[in-house]
């Protein structure tokens, strides 16, 4: 069993103890914590419609079939500024692969939210900040407004996989995507 690591998180305001679940979690190196669930253990993805930022819409239909990267943020957030070429680099490394991204910008108007995506170069969509609020619900608990930056990885069975609370590594992120894709072959 893995020792559980509670880290605060820069963004949130609090501390991640009052937060931290009941399964083992660990440090993923970029002030977070890490989290993997069992596939049997794992939170289905309920359903929801949100509207993109750069317009049209998405829905749970669409995360049917491919592993699924998740990522909470907001423009006005440090570590979410400092992950996002993180997240930039592993979509582009994982598109091909068959992963997808979707954003889920909360707490922010959209004008600022466009902004960062042009000026980090984010190349995925993402969810306005006025349906975040409504579609984070979907996730079973496991994102919260209040603990930005959080990224999950959802399986292609639309299961919650791994969650990472706070800003995420290149490595760990890597490594949760590729633990997931592994489980699909």
């Not at 690591?5 to 679940?21: F, H, K, Q, T, W």
């Not at 991204?101 to 980090?120: C, I, S, T």
């Not at 609020?133 to 919650?160: C, N």
Request: charged share 25%.
């Amino acid at each position: 069993m893995l020792p559980l690591v509670l880290v605060a998180s820069a963004c949130s305001g609090r501390s991640r103890e009052a937060d931290a679940p009941d399964s083992p979690a660990i440090a993923n190196g970029a002030g977070g914590y890490v989290q993997e669930y069992e596939p049997g253990d794992r939170a289905l993805v309920d359903d929801f419609e949100g509207e993109l930022l750069g317009g049209g819409r998405t829905s749970s239909d669409d995360l049917v079939g491919r592993v699924t990267v998740v990522n909470v943020w907001g423009s006005w957030c440090a570590p979410c500024r400092a992950e996002a070429p993180v997240l930039r680099a592993a979509h582009e490394r994982y598109e091909q692969r068959g992963v997808q991204f979707l954003g889920l910008n909360v707490r922010d108007n959209d004008a600022a939210a466009r902004a960062f995506e042009k000026r980090f170069e984010i190349g995925y969509p993402s969810i306005t900040s006025a349906d975040s609020p409504r579609v984070s619900l979907a996730f079973g608990g496991l994102l919260s407004a209040s603990a930005v930056p959080t990224t999950l990885v959802i399986s292609a069975d639309r299961r919650v996989a791994a969650r990472v609370t706070g800003e995420v590594s290149a490595g760990t992120l890597r490594a949760l995507i590729d633990t997931t894709l592994g489980e699909e072959r």
